[in-house]
């Protein structure tokens, strides 16, 4: 138990600790970084409460793609920085108000502030139920019997994602020399080389 | 066994769609462009063929774990809306292969969206629901900027993806409140919670109220019809004659079996929501379409005014009602399919022409091409014994039926007023100076889908009964 508890403080005091860097680094590139750090971190917590399936796609979905994309768009596009924090002070205390009531959200969903605690021990007794089989297994249990259907469709959909996107975009452009494996393994010594006698005085013609 | 064999025998129309689908796809990808005349015609033969897998045998149930169903109505709706798709494919091709966008994956995605509207028509659960319309509206996004160096069309594909994200996410936000309220996503549970006493609650009113919005939105009816003439307008012209008619259709399936199956017992609560809707298409319809010069944009308004007459006689809740909205889509479909195929010939030196006043003179250059449009036109004004008449005179009985009183008449003055429009359009054709000639299009698939729909037209005016037997037995399928 103590471990776990030691493990949680690590986890979570990197994860806030990079969160915080990802704000305030200078670097854009470094804000990506420790992004990645964030997401890794927190997959870990979601590993520490018995949610392995979350923290895998966590890191599959966000660090895998969402944060590769992030550090495509940082380095094609010149982000100026300095340009970006000049409002900094003036939308402070808006975004400031927005944490504060997220925070007595947060607080009142948990039941510190008194109300709500009987739908947290409604979620426990959930989660009790569902712990006897892991997750990734009870979701496989569901997903290729009962949701076998939406499932499918899915698939169909992310199909029709794919030919819309390569429809919309790919241009086929005449001109462009690209390099043919085949043609030139194919090519032949006849083709490739001509003996020329040249004549003196001559040259090649 | 939750994945039965009569799971795949029950859904066999959508698995061959799919299937074959995706053996073209291969197939494109391997050829290149010289695959694309070959699968067009194949696409539009495998929706054919797909219909008639409706049919032969006809069956019935839930499949895939009770998240599919196919019944009387499902399975009408679905032939309606692949006869649709099939004619929107064969139309496609003399348009794009002069806008030189003609490319194999075309008729592919119109096949997928197709696949889309089968399923949400089918859907039996709120999630079913939703991967469907998400896979009908991607596609659709991508066929409405298919044509990509035209500057418009591209405006109406990002315009339709923008303000179609945002219905869905309404249509989920709804779907995520009823789910919590009733403790389900499937239609059983939920109308079951609702028997249970849980109709009063306050969540599932509002949930209600935002998943009908998200319907409303995807059969552009008033107030959430603001993308449509945009779109209708930009969209490459066969585009807009599949999005006139397929999608529609589809959507208005979905909405009816959605508001009469799972939320039957919150009538008294979404009547209000869909009189207030129709009345307010069926005005919109008329009086926006007055100053359209543009014939794609005044179809579009007219297509929002029809679904006005529809939602009416989803209104009325009753039997009666549902077999209304069936005639009516019925005809619907007909009449669209005939004026699109029209204007897809309206041609001026090899170039598309898209507005009223080029029609001018066509009653004297071209007598059997504006014979048609004259026909759809009065078809479509409702004016007597023609078929649109006959669509509007069941939508009315069944309004009236259900004490309805006051939208039944404010939808009569509405297409008093839309035939004004209607008519201007015969006007321009046989009265109005003709300014230059339109082009004599080569006999061709769009010559033929025109006859075929004022054929039609004229058989489903003289005698309606065979088609008001099938809507009705259609009907049967919400009443067992």
């Known amino acids: 138990m103590l471990l776990q508890a030691l493990a949680f403080y690590v986890f979570a005091a990197v994860t806030v600790a990079s969160a915080a860097m990802v704000v305030v680094s200078r670097n854009p590139v470094y804000s990506v970084l420790f992004l990645i750090l964030a997401f890794f971190n927190a997959a870990a917590l979601f590993v520490l409460i018995g949610a392995e399936?979350?923290?895998?796609?966590?890191?599959?979905?966000?660090?895998?793609?969402?944060?590769?994309?992030?550090?495509?768009?940082?380095?094609?596009?010149?982000?100026?920085?300095?340009?970006?924090?000049?409002?900094?002070?003036?939308?402070?205390?808006?975004?400031?108000?927005?944490?504060?009531?997220?925070?007595?959200?947060?607080?009142?969903?948990?039941?510190?502030?008194?109300?709500?605690?009987?739908?947290?021990?409604?979620?426990?007794?959930?989660?009790?139920?569902?712990?006897?089989?892991?997750?990734?297994?009870?979701?496989?249990?569901?997903?290729?019997?009962?949701?076998?259907?939406?499932?499918?469709?899915?698939?169909?959909?992310?199909?029709?994602?794919?030919?819309?996107?390569?429809?919309?975009?790919?241009?086929?452009?005449?001109?462009?020399?690209?390099?043919?494996?085949?043609?030139?393994?194919?090519?032949?010594?006849?083709?490739?080389?001509?003996?020329?006698?040249?004549?003196?005085?001559?040259?090649?013609? | 066994m939750i994945l039965g064999l009569e799971s795949w025998t029950l859904a066999r129309p959508e698995i061959f769609l799919a299937a074959v689908t995706m053996l073209l796809l291969v197939y494109g990808v391997v050829r290149g462009e010289v695959a694309t005349p070959f699968v067009s015609v194949a696409t539009s033969m495998a929706l054919l063929v797909t219909a008639a897998l409706l049919f032969v045998p006809y069956q019935e149930g839930t499949a895939f774990a009770s998240l599919f169903i196919v019944d009387r109505l499902t399975t009408t709706m679905k032939a309606l809306v692949l006869i649709g798709a099939a004619a929107a494919v064969l139309m496609s091709r003399a348009y794009f292969e002069q806008v030189k966008a003609w490319r194999f994956e075309y008729p592919l995605l119109v096949a997928l969206a197709t696949l889309g509207m089968m399923l949400m028509i089918s859907a039996n659960d709120l999630m079913a629901l939703y991967v469907g319309l998400e896979l009908q509206s991607l596609a659709l996004y991508v066929i409405a900027a298919f044509q990509r160096d035209s500057e418009r069309s591209t405006e109406a594909g990002v315009k339709y993806f923008v303000l179609g994200s945002v219905a869905s996410g309404m249509l989920l936000f709804g779907a995520s409140l009823i789910y919590g309220f009733c403790g389900g996503t499937a239609f059983v549970q939920i109308s079951r919670a609702l028997l249970d006493g849980k109709a009063a609650e306050i969540g599932v009113i509002v949930g209600l109220v935002f998943v009908v919005a998200g319907l409303a939105f995807k059969i552009s009816a008033v107030p959430f019809h603001m993308w449509t003439p945009d779109v209708y307008e930009g969209a490459p012209t066969p585009v807009t004659a599949l999005f006139a008619v397929a999608p529609k259709i589809a959507a208005i399936s979905l909405t009816v079996s959605v508001l009469m199956g799972p939320f039957k017992p919150l009538f008294l609560q979404w009547q209000q929501i869909v009189v207030v809707a129709a009345v307010l298409s069926m005005a919109l319809g008329a009086f926006a379409a007055l100053r359209q010069q543009n014939i794609k944009r005044l179809m579009a308004y007219s297509s929002i005014g029809n679904v006005g007459y529809v939602l009416l006689g989803l209104a009325s809740g009753s039997e009666k009602g549902i077999q209304a909205i069936v005639f009516y889509l019925a005809i619907y479909l007909v009449m669209t399919l005939g004026v699109f195929a029209t204007i897809l010939m309206m041609q001026r030196r090899g170039a598309m022409v898209e507005n009223v006043s080029d029609l001018a003179g066509l009653g004297k250059s071209q007598p059997m091409m504006a014979l048609a449009m004259l026909l759809f036109m009065f078809s479509l004004a409702g004016i007597p014994p023609l078929a649109g008449f006959w669509g509007k005179l069941y939508i009315f009985i069944a309004a009236v039926e259900a004490e309805l009183f006051i939208p039944a008449v404010l939808g009569v003055l509405a297409s008093v007023v839309a035939s004004y429009y209607y008519l201007r359009i015969v006007k321009v054709m046989y009265f109005d100076e003709e300014t230059e000639k339109l082009d004599r299009t080569p006999f061709g698939i769009n010559r033929s889908v025109a006859f075929v729909a004022a054929l039609l037209v004229t058989v489903f005016s003289l005698a309606p009964q065979p088609l008001s037997l099938i809507a009705a037995a259609a009907a049967k399928g919400l009443f067992p």
């Open chain 1, 53 to 205: 399936f979350i923290a895998m796609i966590l890191v599959i979905v966000y660090v895998g793609a969402v944060a590769v994309l992030f550090l495509f768009v940082v380095m094609m596009l010149d982000i100026n920085l300095t340009e970006l924090r000049e409002g900094f002070l003036k939308y402070l205390p808006v975004g400031a108000m927005i944490g504060i009531v997220l925070l007595a959200e947060i607080l009142l969903a948990l039941g510190i502030l008194g109300a709500g605690s009987a739908t947290m021990s409604g979620l426990n007794a959930h989660g009790a139920q569902v712990m006897a089989v892991d997750n990734t297994r009870a979701i496989g249990r569901v997903l290729y019997t009962q949701y076998f259907y939406l499932f499918q469709v899915a698939g169909l959909v992310l199909l029709v994602a794919m030919i819309g996107a390569i429809v919309l975009t790919l241009r086929s452009r005449p001109g462009v020399r690209r390099q043919k494996v085949g043609d030139q393994i194919n090519r032949t010594k006849d083709q490739a080389m001509t003996v020329v006698k040249v004549p003196t005085r001559g040259g090649v013609s």
